[in-house]
C-alpha cells in the first residue's frame, strides 16, 4: 500500500499539527545541510513556529549571510529602480553585482586566514575549521607525494651513478691489465737483449784469446804469426793428402 496523499491544508487538531511540524522542521532543515554540503551553499533557514518558537539554520555565519541577501535584495532593487528610472545600462548592475561578490571573498579570505571572526557563531567556526582541516590534509598529501616523487628521482638518479662507476671501474681494471701485460713484454725484451750481449761478449773473448795464444807460441818458436794462420789454413789438405797415401800403400 502506497502511501496517501496528505490535503495541504491547516491541520485543525493541535496534537497533530505540533506533530507535523516537528516532522517536517527536521525534513526541512536536514535537506537545507544536505544542499549547502553537496552544492556547497550558502544556505540559511529561518522558521517560526506557530507559538512564535525560533527555529534556524545557517551553513555559515547567519548574520553574514542576511547581509549578503539585504545586500543583494537591496542592490538588485535599487538597480532596478535606478535602471527604470535614468535608463541605466545593465553593465552597470553587474559591475555592482562583481564588486559585492569580491568583496564577500576577501571577506571569506580574510576569515580563513583567522581575522574578523567577531561576527562568527560557533557553527560558523566549526565550518570554516572543517573546511581549514580538509585544506591542510589536501596540502600534506600534495607534499607527500611530491616528496615520494623525487625521492623515486633520486633513487634512479642513484642507480645511474653507480652504473656509471661499475664501467668506469671495469676500464680502469682493463688499462692496468694492459700496463701490466706491457710491463712483462719490456721484462722478456730486457732479458732477451741482456742474453744476446753476455753470448756476443762471450764469442769475442774467446776469439780474443784465441788469437793471443796463436800468437804466443809463433813467438816462442821463431814464426810469424801470418805463417802459423797460414799453416793452420793447410793442416786439413795435409791431412787428407797423408790419409789418402796410406790408403794407396
Known sequence: MGRGKIEIKKIENVNSRQVTFSKRRGGLLKKAKELAVLCDAQVAVII???TGKLYEFA????????????????????AVDQAENQHEPAATIEIDSLKNEIEKLHLMHRRMMGKELEELTYNDLHNLEQQLTEGILSVKDRKEKLLLEQMERSKQQEMKIVQQNEALLEKIEELREHARLNSNENR????VSKDCCRSSS????ECRSGKEGASDTSLRLGISPATVVSEARKMPKLENGSKS????D
Open 59 to 78: 551553513s555559515s555565519c547567519m548574520e553574514h549571510i542576511l547581509a549578503r541577501y539585504n545586500q543583494n535584495r537591496g542592490s538588485q532593487l535599487g
Open 188 to 191: 722478456l725484451i730486457n732479458i
Open 245 to 248: 797415401a796410406m790408403l794407396v
Open 202 to 205: 762471450n764469442s769475442m773473448h
Open 48 to 50: 517560526f513556529s506557530g
